[in-house]
């Protein structure tokens, strides 16, 4: 059943088309930091393992959000790996060692990618789309990915 909120069925489309990436790489940095937390090795094991296991527990948070957002506007969401592969920004370039310098450097790179991305979509979500909601929704999501980008910053 179609939504009807005020949000033409085109300009909902296209909003959700950028969701869905967002979805993606959220799904895809999820991964890469369950990842981290759990092949990472180092004299700072213990601390780092905990570390990471908050970082992904946020990542899953955004994940459902995301989209349950893409579900009020009446969209499906995509919800494979494939979908996600195809749909990401992110790589999934592996660290040439498993320390916790390398995994962080690595998250860091993708938390500004999504940073960056997520800026680049508020206006146009905005201006083009006529989307506050959404608008609204990816600036706090891009608030939270600067916090994590700033505390993976200061571990280095």
Do not use: C
């Not at 946020?58 to 592969?85: H, M, N």
């Not at 995994?103 to 006529?130: A, G, M, Q």
């Not at 999501?141 to 994590?148: A, Q, W």
Request: proline content about 1%; overall charge negative; aromatic content about 10%.
């Amino acid at each position: 059943m179609k939504a009807h909120i005020g949000i033409t069925e085109k300009n909902g489309q296209s909003v959700v088309d950028e969701l869905s990436k967002i979805l993606a790489d959220e799904f895809v940095l999820y991964t890469k930091t369950r990842k981290a937390h759990w092949n990472l090795e180092g004299p700072d094991f213990f601390e780092k393992h905990t570390f990471l296991e908050l970082q992904y527990r946020q990542l899953e948070g955004f994940i459902d959000e995301v989209a349950e957002r893409i579900r009020k506007l009446g969209f499906y969401t995509p919800a494979s790996l494939a979908d996600f592969l195809s749909l990401t920004q992110l790589t999934e370039v592996a660290s040439e060692k498993n320390d916790s310098k390398g995994f962080i450097k690595e998250l860091l790179v993708d938390h500004e990618s999504v940073i960056i991305n997520l800026r680049e979509n508020i206006s146009k979500f905005d201006k083009e789309f006529h989307d506050a909601g959404s608008t609204d929704f990816i600036t706090g999501l891009m608030e939270e990915h600067e916090k994590m980008a700033w505390i993976l910053r200061s571990h280095l």
